[in-house]
């Protein structure tokens, strides 16, 4: 076949899956007075298995659920299915009207392993709220449809990961964090001695999934192998603060502020691992050295100002939150994704007195990770001082590029 029948075939194929997929999206119940819904969740994961093995999983899991396929050619396609999920986290929810859902998956070679594209997508608006005994606050598509995805998503998975694996790919760092990627990672470490990167991605795999004890072993080979480097103190360090494993990111921090003594980031990290411990003295000394060296490192002042706060040293944190705001504006375009410069805008604003500007940041902040915007409780009491004084506040705007 020439290229320009192969492309040609090839666009008949995707014509084909776009058309099964409206077919799909208008079959089953009308919804109530017509309106469709617009919501979508979706969900990308690496599998590791090759993709005969995934696609025969997934058609047969999906098909547990109750939803029917549509097509199976290109990515796989469901008709809409209008009864409840199965899932207890629905008992008090069946009295109410399903909107309805649809399934898009698709799966792809990622190397001898696989990846898994799910896109899940309501197929009615119900203008309904929580039932009787549900916290009313929460919104009803958007729960429904996460727990839908969930559904969809732990069905394909959850067999999957019953089976060996048998085939590695070059590295274990595409697979999600969990119980599976530390064993296949210390598999790939075990099956490479000599590997820095094998070694590197079995260290990062415990750290990140709250064993970071167990990091020290392969870290410890690391550094045989390649010797200490900044770059392995910072990934593997901020991998243990993320996972709140703050003991052992105050052990490595400490090591690295040995090494590096003029590096401020290393000094900084350092002051966040005991604030972590609620070491509220060593952690201001840190932040100390940090600022010491960087007087303008913001960060560094965004978190001094909470731990000289803690201690009563109110002018103290004042005055940390002063340079900390001058310098987080001033950046802010550039570091919209940085959950930090939201938490330290958040925190020093409420210092400042500034409350609805506080509960904005902070409503920011949790956008980017609801988990991490909370993992300081000194900074988030202080942004619950401001919210019982102005309530409720919509996130901040993102700044418009110059």
């Not at 199976?72 to 008090?92: D, E, I």
């Not at 009787?132 to 069905?155: C, I, K, M, Y």
């Not at 509220?280 to 932040?287: G, M, S």
């Not at 944190?317 to 802010?332: F, G, N, Q, V, Y």
Request: glycine share 6%.
């Amino acid at each position: 076949m020439t290229r320009p029948m192969k492309l040609a075939a090839r666009s008949l194929l995707v014509l084909a899956s776009v058309t099964s997929s409206l077919k799909a999206a208008t079959q089953g119940p009308s919804c109530p007075g017509g309106r469709a819904s617009t919501a979508m969740l979706g969900a990308t994961w690496v599998e590791p298995q090759p993709p005969e093995v995934v696609g025969k999983h997934v058609v047969k899991s999906i098909r547990t659920l109750g939803y029917t396929f549509t097509d199976t050619v290109g990515p796989l396609v469901t008709a809409p299915k209008f009864s409840w999920p199965s899932s207890s986290v629905f008992t008090l929810w069946r009295g109410l009207a399903y909107p309805g859902a649809t399934l898009t998956i698709a799966v792809e070679p990622a190397g001898p392993w696989t990846r898994v594209r799910l896109e899940t997508r309501l197929v009615c608006e119900t203008d309904q709220r929580p039932p009787p005994g549900h916290p009313q606050d929460v919104d009803f598509q958007t729960f429904v449809l996460d727990q839908t995805n969930s559904e969809a998503q732990w069905a394909i998975s959850s067999p999957l990961h019953q089976l060996k694996v048998r085939v590695f790919a070059e590295s274990c760092a595409p697979l999600d964090d969990g119980d599976l990627k530390i064993d296949v990672c210390r598999r790939m470490a075990e099956a490479q001695p000599r590997n820095p990167e094998a070694l590197r991605q079995y260290a990062l795999a415990l750290a990140r999934f709250y064993r970071a004890r167990e990091a020290w072993k392969p870290l410890g080979e690391l550094f045989a192998l390649e010797g200490e480097r900044a770059s392995t103190y910072n990934e593997i360090g901020d991998a243990m603060l993320e996972a709140r494993q703050f003991d052992d990111a105050r052990k490595l921090y400490a090591r690295a502020t040995q090494l590096w003594p003029m590096a401020p980031f290393m000094a900084y990290h350092f002051g966040r691992a005991q604030l972590g411990l609620h070491r509220f003295r060593p952690a201001i000394d840190a932040f100390a050295v940090a600022i010491g060296l960087d007087s303008s490192l913001a960060d560094g002042h965004a978190y001094a100002a909470v731990a000289t706060a803690q201690l009563g040293r109110s002018d103290e944190s004042r005055e940390h939150c002063a340079i900390a705001t001058r310098h987080l504006e001033a950046d802010l375009a550039d570091r919209v994704a940085d959950i930090d410069t939201w938490l330290g805008l958040a925190f020093c604003a409420s210092i400042l007195g500034r409350h609805r500007e506080a509960v904005s940041y902070f409503m920011r902040a949790l956008t980017i990770s609801a988990s991490r915007a909370r993992e300081t409780p000194e900074l988030v009491d202080q942004i619950m001082a401001s919210h019982a004084l102005v309530g409720d506040q919509p996130p901040a705007p993102l700044p418009q590029r110059q």
